[in-house]
């Protein structure tokens, strides 16, 4: 049977590779045969995946008694964070006289970049829960 931290690692990285996939297809090099909508759907689903195993994970950081303070300065930081991205690319990007965006594809490939670190993170993030289950438990004697 699989270790559950090995459960999560792998199912970040399943995650992951399909939101490159799609942040690749719709901003980077997008096919004539994909439509705006079905991107989008994917897009939101992934993220809402990403949500759930991110979410799950974080949650078991805090003690008990801390989770809901805890829960909310994460929140607080994902939406600043959110916030600040979305200030940099109206910064970052430009339209042409016909419309289009410019820099999209660049700005694409930076998010495929970033979300290679997840992975990482929830490694490193897996090492700091067993750390703390190995300082609450009680040594055997």
């Known amino acids: 049977m699989a270790n559950i931290n090995e459960t999560r690692l792998v199912s970040v990285v399943a995650l992951i590779q399909f939101i490159i996939a799609i942040v690749y297809g719709g901003f980077v090099a997008t096919p004539a045969i994909l439509s705006v909508t079905v991107l989008f759907v994917a897009y939101m689903a992934a993220m809402s995946m990403r949500n759930i195993v991110s979410v799950s994970i ?84």
């Open 58 to 141: 974080s949650s078991m950081v805090p003690s008990q008694h801390e989770r809901a303070a805890f829960t909310s300065l994460n929140q607080s930081i994902s939406h600043f964070a959110a916030g600040s991205g979305a200030i940099i690319s109206s910064y970052y990007l430009t339209s042409t006289p016909t419309g289009s965006l410019v820099g999209m594809d660049s700005l694409g490939i930076a998010a495929i970049v970033l979300s290679l670190f997840m992975p990482l993170c929830v490694i490193y993030l897996n090492r700091f829960i067993q750390q703390q289950k190995t300082k609450a438990s009680p040594a055997p004697g």
